[in-house]
Structure formats: C-alpha cells, structure tokens
C-alpha cells in the first residue's frame, strides 16, 4: 500500500507520502522541489500498520491534501526511499514538472487579474512578489504594497501612484525601485541575525521621505544619501547600525528631521551636520550607562529619547547645552539629580527610576504638559500638584507583580488632565476619591482587576475608556453600571470577556469597540454578543478577536455607518456573511 498526496498554497507546494510494507509505515514529506524528511515506525502487524495509514491519510485529506497527479503509460512500482529527491521519485519529477507549469499559469492568471482590477479606482493596495511580472500601464489607483519574499523586477510600473512600498526580508533589490517617482515611505524588515546592506538605488528615490528598517542586526547605509533631498525620517528599530561611517552617511540627508538608531561605538558627533535635526531616539548594545559622546554638540535637538539607562545625572547637566529641548524620555542608571533648572523649559517629561523618592525640586518644572513615570508610586510626592499645565499623565509601575498600593493624593488635584494611564500597578478601591476624576476624559487601566474599581466610575465624563489585561470575572456587573456613560464614544476591553459583555445596552455613544472574544462559545454566547453590538446605532470602528472557527454575525449587516472592521482567528471559509455585510455597511 502507498498513497501520494499534495497540498497546494500560494505560489509554492508540499507533497506527503506514506507507504506500508509488512508492519512497517514510512512516511515522506516537504515542499516539493526539496529531499524532504523521511519517518519510519513499526507496528504489531500488518493490520494495525495499514489502519495507523489509512488514519493519517484521512487526517491529511481533511486538511486540504488531494491525490498527486499520475504519470500516463503503464504503472510501475517505484523503488522507494532511494535516492535524494522526494517520496516515488518518478511521480514526484512529474509532480514538480506540473507544479512548475501551475505556478506559470496562477503568474499570468494573476498578472491578468491585476490588470483588470487596476483599472478599478476602488482599488489601493496589493501584495506582490519577485516572480510574478506585473502588467505594464494598468495600474491607475494603486498607492501601497507590499513584498512577501521581494518585488518583482517590473516594480517600476507603479512608479506614477505608488507611495508606500513595505518588504519583508528581500533577497534583492531591482534597479527599477528608482523609477518609483512618488514613493514617499518605505519599510524593509529582515531577520534579527542578517545584516542589510541598503543599495544606492534608495538614495535614488527623490521623493522619499520615511525609511524605516527592522529586525536586521545591522544596516550599511549608501553614501550617497544626500541626493535623497526630501528624506526626513529614518528609524532603525532593533537595528543597529554598522559602523561610525553610517551614521554620518545618514547625517548627509539634506531634510532629516527625526532619526532612531543604535549607534556603533555610542558617537553621535556625527550628527552635528544634520542642521535640521529636531528629534533623536537611541538605543544602546550593553549596559554602560554613559552618554552617547557628542550628544551636548546637538544644540538643535527638541526631543530627545534615551531607550537604556542611562546616568540621569549627567543627562540633566548635558540638557544645559540643549537650549532647545522641549521633551525628554530615559531611564535613570540610578539617583537623580538635586535640581533640574535646565529642564525648565520641558513641556515632555518621561522618567523610569527605582528610588524610593523623586527630587522636591521637579516642583519648578512648571511648563510640564505631559508626564510619564515608571517606578514606584509612593516616590510621586505633593510636588506633582504645582504642574498646573499637566493634560496628560501615564504611571507604569515594574514588570513584577507589585504590592498593593495607593495613588498619590496629588494625582486627584490635576484640574487640567485629560488623559490618565495606570499601568502595572495594584490599586486599592478608590471609592472614596472618584470624585474628583471630574476632569478625565480618557483613563486606560491595564493589568488591573475590574473589582477594584468603583460603579461611581460611571458618574465621569468619561469618552474614552480602555481595560487592558483585566481579568474576566465582574465584567457583567462593571459593564452594567458604566453603561450609563452616556459621553463615553470609545470602549477597549483588551483581555477575553465573559459572556456577560452582552450588557452593551446602554453604551449608545459608542463610535469605536474593540473585544477579545476568543473564549466565548459558538452558539448562543457568540450570538448573543453579536446582537448586542449590532444595536449600537454611532459605531464606526470595530475590532474583534473571535473564538476559533467562528464565522461572524449577519446582524452586523445592520451597522450602516461602520467604517472600518478588524477581524482576528476569523475563519476564512465563513465569508459568505462577511460579503453581505461588506455590500451594506461602508467599511473601508
């Protein structure tokens, strides 16, 4: 007994095949076109030899797996396992040869259906990929796309309309990328341990003005960026750069204004030629908590990110040097400073820290518009009450479970915050305080318990209101006593909720949702749920995380004005209510 099947997806194949001789089953499996893997395993007899076959045959049946197509003339045995190539070496060499000519054939269906949506002003985004051409002169609206394995060598025929281009770990890059006249933002992510060396022919992209570079872990760039004159923004994230010599050829672009890099040796003097220069994050390799050498050289500078700790002494003595700095984000390597008279003028403060205590004399920053601390609440003291301009505060508190804690009596005299973030902290009941949140108009809670917090919540004039990480139990209670937040327009619960969430009733102002519904049931729980969205008349924006092979609700049909529709685990062969709720709502 042998059987051969092959599963096809995309532009490339995996054949399986399994074989019974005596009471032995071997199986051989791979993408077509590789040796494959090869697993032998023995039974007690023939028969239970041919049921463990017949069992997996099925299972892959299931999963999509059809008979691999036979060669014409008489029938042979093959000889089996020998030799490099795939599992029935004559049947495989015809399979691949059929394989070839399919995927010639999906090319050019594709590249015809390219063509012919091309020409619909509907369309705005495609994927491609570096071995299907695209069709010259048919592309009229297209202006995003993206590149699985690389682009095409053709890419130059969306050079008229094409302005975000997004690749993930390209083998090349074609000279045609410089015929994209109006590309003005382009992504390349990569694997973390290959190193990008970016080509001349970015440099050559005049209307480019954002270069973002990912998971490499390093880049070269070209020396000749200062042909790229409208280049503005370039960020390594999770990359660093190669050598001293990238980071001035990076300072070469005429227009750069905000730059994120780990720079090689922690020398950023190069910068200093970059007279436009106005925001700068940096990373570090290690854990030597000196400043990056020349950093008091960039007078220019008005944000400043620090994403490592750093010396938070000698970083405020540099920021003297920096007249026009407006924000500053770092972690302190240890105790800060007595004073801070040359950060008056900060109106952006983010301060990580684990002393006990924070200096008094943060009092005296009183242009402070927007706050972020990570550390221990108990080192926020009464000074917090003299920033009379604060809108905007965020309090993280460590990555380990903390002690139960309370919030700073400060926190409840800010009349001008709009906006509060609790992170990470452990809070007791603020029954008594509430109150004087009069003034909130967004509160993000995160890795809190819901039972922590009082019904009186409902009685703010909240708008926005996110629960990140909570946990489940007391949904149905805290959903029913908030619904009466008649201002409230957006809702996040980021954790999966119980079946109870189905009391949205009373949240009729709701224009933006987002749920984690993974634990639900199929079936009445689900359903439920559904209906209770579908009866919120302002949404436009909605954001769901489903339960594993779930379909989604005809009743959403009934959301006219939903605009955009986000759809996780979402099971992709239940679409044909997705396409009636598509031709009724105006989702984009």
């Not at 697993?39 to 099925?58: D, G, P």
């Not at 994927?127 to 002169?137: G, I, K, M």
């Not at 015929?179 to 390349?188: P, T, V």
């Not at 872990?217 to 923004?233: C, G, H, N």
Request: hydrophobic share 40%.
């Amino acid at each position: 007994m042998h059987v051969s099947l092959r599963l096809a997806f995309g532009l490339s194949e995996e054949f399986w095949g399994i074989e019974v001789r005596d009471s032995t089953t071997t199986v051989r499996f791979g993408r077509i076109g590789s040796p494959g893997q090869t697993v032998t395993s023995s039974h007690a007899n023939e028969t239970e030899a041919r049921t463990s076959a017949e069992r997996l045959i099925a299972e892959k049946r299931k999963r999509g797996y059809v008979d691999a197509p036979r060669m014409a003339g008489p029938r042979r045995r093959p000889a089996f396992g020998t030799g490099p190539i795939a599992l029935f070496p004559a049947r495989i060499v015809e399979s691949e040869r059929r394989a070839d000519e399919e995927r010639r054939r999906r090319a050019e269906e594709n590249s015809g259906e390219l063509a012919t949506a091309g020409a619909d002003a509907r369309l705005r985004h495609i994927t491609v990929h570096e071995r299907v051409p695209l069709p010259e002169n048919r592309f009229r609206s297209v202006v995003s796309a993206s590149g699985a394995l690389g682009v095409p060598e053709n890419i130059g025929v969306l050079g008229a309309t094409l302005t975000t281009l997004s690749l993930h770990a390209p083998s090349s890059f074609p000279e045609s990328l410089g015929r994209l006249g109006k590309l003005s933002r382009l992504s390349i992510r990569g694997p973390s341990h290959e190193m990008l060396v970016v080509p001349d022919v970015i440099a050559r992209l005049t209307s480019l003005e954002r270069l973002e570079i990912a998971g490499y872990d390093r880049a070269a760039m070209p020396a000749a960026l200062d042909r790229a004159a409208r280049l503005s923004s370039i960020d390594f994230e999770r990359t660093s750069l190669a050598s001293g010599k990238d980071l001035t050829a990076v300072a070469q672009a005429p227009a750069l204004v905000e730059l994120r890099c780990t720079p090689h040796g922690q020398d950023v003097s190069a910068l200093v030629s970059a007279p436009k220069l106005r925001r700068l994050s940096l990373g570090r390799v290690g854990t030597d908590p000196r400043l990056p050498r020349g950093l008091g050289k960039l007078e220019q500078l008005e944000v400043l990110s620090l994403e490592h700790a750093v010396d938070g002494a000698a970083l405020v003595a540099c920021a003297s040097s920096l007249p026009s700095l407006r924000s500053l984000q770092f972690q302190s390597d240890g105790d800060l400073p007595d004073t801070f008279d040359s950060l008056r003028s900060i109106e952006s403060l983010g301060v990580g820290t684990e002393t006990a205590e924070l200096p008094k004399s943060l009092r005296d920053l009183r242009n402070v518009e927007r706050f972020s601390f990570h550390g221990p609440l108990a080192a926020i003291g009464p000074w917090l009450a003299a920033w009379e301009r604060l809108t905007e505060l965020r309090l993280e508190g460590p990555a380990k479970r903390p002690p139960r804690t309370v919030l700073p009596a400060a926190v409840f005299t800010l009349a001008r915050c709009k906006r509060l973030t609790i992170a990470r902290h452990r809070l007791a009941p603020l029954d008594d305080m509430l109150g004087a949140w009069r003034w909130l108009e967004s509160l993000t809670l995160d890795t809190l318990a819901l039972e922590s917090f009082s019904p009186s919540l409902a009685e703010l004039g909240l708008r926005e209101l996110r629960l990140l990480g909570m946990k489940a139990a007391g949904t149905k209670t805290a959903l029913r006593m908030w619904g009466r937040m008649q201002a409230l327009e957006t809702l996040v619960i980021g954790a999966p909720v119980a079946p109870e969430v189905s009391e949205l009733r009373g949240f009729e102002s709701l224009g933006s949702l987002t749920l984690d519904l993974s634990r639900l049931k199929l079936g009445y729980e689900l359903a439920s749920v559904m209906a209770s969205i579908a009866k919120l008349p302002k949404l436009r924006h909605l954001t769901l995380t489903m339960p594993d092979h779930a379909g989604i609700s005809g009743e959403l049909a009934s959301l006219h004005g939903l605009e955009t529709l986000s759809l996780t685990n979402f099971d992709p062969y239940k679409t044909h209510v997705l396409r009636r709720i598509l031709c009724n709502v105006a989702v984009r």
